[in-house]
């Protein structure tokens, strides 16, 4: 999973979420800010190339976003590897919708061994070269870390309902 969001500090929010299955099977989709959430970092911007005016209105509504997040997601755990960022948004999304994720967030290091993670930055940048991609984006981004992580040889979760996702 990876999320994209309107900066990197306190007052920042979700703008686009993503990820990608292990069957292939992705999703993507802007989300709409909500009214109370007014930061906008030019730099983040300059990263994501996702203007505010695009957000505001081709994204969904954040509580139709949560609510498919949970019907997609149910029992899963979901993997991430900027964690510390990317649980915080996702604690926003899923707080202004009123819901609770029916799913885990967890940091992609829970399924790397020490030679893995010593590695991980180097394949990771190899993969997003040979991928060629032209946006930094929500799906996009899972993508790169689920064929990192197939990459490295990573342990994928035992338990039939616990997925690794990008």
Known sequence: MDIEASGFG??????????????????????????????WDPKAEGVHHIAWSVAAQHGRDVAEVAQHLNNELWGMTLYCDGWAHDYVWLNVLYEEAGMTPSFKLEHVRALLSDPQA???????ERVSAEMNLQRHRASTDARVLQRTLSLLGAAQPLHPAVRATG
């Open 10 to 39: 306190r007052h920042s929010y979700p703008i686009e979420v993503g990820f990608v299955l292990p069957d292939g099977r992705s999703y993507c989709t802007l989300i709409r800010p909500a009214p109370s959430w007014t930061h």
């Open 118 to 124: 010593a590695r991980w930055a180097t394949i990771k």
